[in-house]
């Protein structure tokens, strides 16, 4: 059961793509928590707690996106690495 050891490169690209799949399922939750603020028969109460809710989501996406871009400019410098990660 030995499994091969990952690169640098592909931890890191693994890493990106999870963050842009959180940032789209982020951005998704806050378009339906935004669609349900829009409701207005909803209750002062409800509707605070949607607009908490999207907040966070909001919040979280912008976060998972400023992240992935870091991450992205950190390793543009990193293209000389060689598979051992540290070379």
Known sequence: ?????????EIAHDTLEDLESAQIALRKVEAVLYAALADKGTSQHVRNLVDVAWNLAADGANTADCNREAISAALSGCAGLGAGGDE
């Not at 030995?2 to 490169?9: C, D, F, G, K, L």
């Open 1 to 9: 059961m030995n499994t091969p050891a990952r690169t640098i490169q």
